[in-house]
């Protein structure tokens, strides 16, 4: 398996630093939305209620793909650090950088990821 060509590290750590930093801000920012409804009658009504944990239920569906993505950026931000980033995690074999440019934490190449 011969490593020919490396992407941009520099460029590819700093990117994937700044959509960290990014997602902590927002997932920071959002955090009230996450709290838990009171169940106080008297102080929301019953759609009020509703309304709050529907909303609730979606900030909690959206900081769960924050996570996940937070997950990914890790993952990525390893591969840079072990020499391993631009290469398939199954076949060993590069990932084009156009790809990579797309999708700075994919970790497959498209046969290994179809």
């Not at 990117?15 to 939305?33: F, K, N, P, Q, W």
């Not at 239920?57 to 631009?86: C, N």
């Amino acid at each position: 398996m011969a490593r020919k060509r490396t992407p941009d590290l520099k460029a590819a750590r700093k990117a994937l630093e700044r959509e960290r930093g990014e997602i902590e801000e927002v997932s920071t920012a959002a955090a009230e939305e996450r709290r838990p409804v009171e169940l106080d009658q008297q102080s929301v009504g019953r759609l009020s209620r509703m309304d709050a944990l529907q909303v609730q239920a979606m900030a909690q569906a959206v900081e769960t793909r924050r996570q996940g993505r937070l997950q990914r950026i890790e993952a990525a931000l390893g591969r840079i650090e072990d020499g391993e980033y631009g290469y398939c995690a199954e076949c060993g074999e590069e990932i084009p950088p156009k790809r990579l440019a797309i999708e700075p934490t994919i970790e497959r190449c498209v046969d290994c990821a179809g």
